[in-house]
């Protein structure tokens, strides 16, 4: 998940000024940055290359997925990796959005309508079901995309439209719902 995160988050900010295959091949460079970074953590240099090279595969899949390719595209006010600190039921949080956007009120939809919040997920099991997994992930992370969603209309207001999005992009798929 740490390798992945930034590979997306760099993506993002790559297809903000260059069509999709000049981004993609602009990404590949930053395998060996994270390679380090995986390094700093205390992995042995095979290893954090391995997981490198496999965040990579992972962050370029997204990017060819029709609904990853739109989360990582332009949108109105898009941010990746957004900082926010407010108050949420009494409480001062500060929190990390991996990306929020303005989108059309559908998955791969256009316009500025709603606001997305969307969290990358990675650390679930390979050959996962989506059918049997997806609600119980949902339930496990809502909370905090409802804390999210908090904080937003807490800058837009409490009639702020928001969908929630968990995009895993091990299995391309997003699961979204409106807070």
Known sequence: GTAVHPLLEELARLRARLEWNAARSALQHFAPRIAAQVRATGVDQPQAAQIAAQALRHALSA????????????????????????????????????????????????????????????????NVDPASALPQLRALFAPQLEAYAQLLRNLHGADTPIRAGLYYPRMLMLDSWQI
């Not at 900082?83 to 990390?96: F, H, I, K, Y």
């Open 63 to 126: 990017s060819h997925d029709p609904i990853g390719a739109w989360i990582l595209s332009p949108h109105a006010s898009a941010a990746s990796e957004a900082a926010w600190a407010g108050v949420v039921a009494g409480t001062l949080r500060t929190v990390r959005v991996d990306r929020v956007f303005q989108a059309g009120p559908a998955p791969g939809s256009e316009g500025e309508e709603c606001w997305w919040i969307v969290d990358y997920k990675t650390a679930h099991a390979d």
